[in-house]
């Protein structure tokens, strides 16, 4: 427990941080929407005027753009590329953090196994998550209440909204997997957007394709927000993906530390 709430401490500053970041975001984004929708159709017909590939890569529908969800759909995108740099970053530091520092040889003559350390730092890291995704989902409901001027569904919104979380513990396996193989990681950051960045232009390059094989090697085309607010659900598929992968490379990260050594400083 001691451990637990050391880490939750350390996270602190930087939970704080990206919840605000996110919150500033989804509040801009979303106060333009007002200004947007009142000259919805000249909108329209510059957008049409793109090319479509170019309008599928940055996730901007013609159709749905005029209304509260398919305006919030677009901004997503961006929103996901701010919460998963969050999360790579969380998951690459968990392990990697005491080998930097040049504290892992004096963590590990305390009376805890090795999985109880992992253990302790990823539920510290979750908590981090859920946090920010909590104050994200208020500040969105918050500000589309304001915003709209019309009903909109607020299961769709939610949906959409949540699968930031779902996201963002994608990321955070795959960083502590990561951490796990790579203990001596000098720049966490730059691994973090290298990563994230990386498979942000893989999703773009999916949306354009089309290709629904290429969709399950990034995390950004797992829940598509045009799906979601037409069935008011995820595709089943990549939602099982999703958990299976979150599970293989958790359960990855424990083996890897588990047998790896650990130089004295």
Sequence with gaps: MNMFLHELKAY?????????????LVALFLSMFPSFSK????FKSLLEGFPVELRKAIGLSVDSIATLIGFFSYAF????????????????????KETREKTADFLLTKPV????????????????????????????FVMASIVAEDGFSKIAL?????????LQLMFMALGIVVSAIFPRIKS?????????????????????????ALRYLTPFNYFDSAYITQNTGYETSFLITAAI?????????????????????
């Excluded at 500053?13 to 605000?20: A, D, F, G």
């Excluded at 966490?188 to 089309?210: A, H, P, Q, R, Y």
């Design 12 to 24: 602190r500053k930087s939970t704080v941080i990206w919840t605000l970041s996110l919150v500033a």
């Design 39 to 42: 000259d919805a159709e000249e």
């Design 77 to 96: 995108l961006y929103l996901k590329l701010a919460g998963a740099i969050q999360a790579m970053n969380l998951g690459t530091s968990i392990l990697s």
């Design 113 to 140: 196994t090795r999985a109880q350390v992992v253990t302790s730092k990823l539920l510290a890291a979750v908590v981090s998550i859920v946090i920010t995704n909590i104050v994200f989902i208020a500040a969105t």
């Design 158 to 166: 939610f949906l959409i909204a949540i699968s930031l979380l779902f």
């Design 188 to 212: 966490v950051i730059s691994v973090s957007l290298g990563t994230v960045f990386g498979f942000f232009m893989l999703g773009m390059i999916s949306s354009t394709t089309e290709d629904e």
């Design 245 to 265: 992968f979150i599970i293989a490379a958790i359960v990855a990260s424990y083996y890897l530390y588990s047998k790896k050594d650990v130089h004295s400083v």
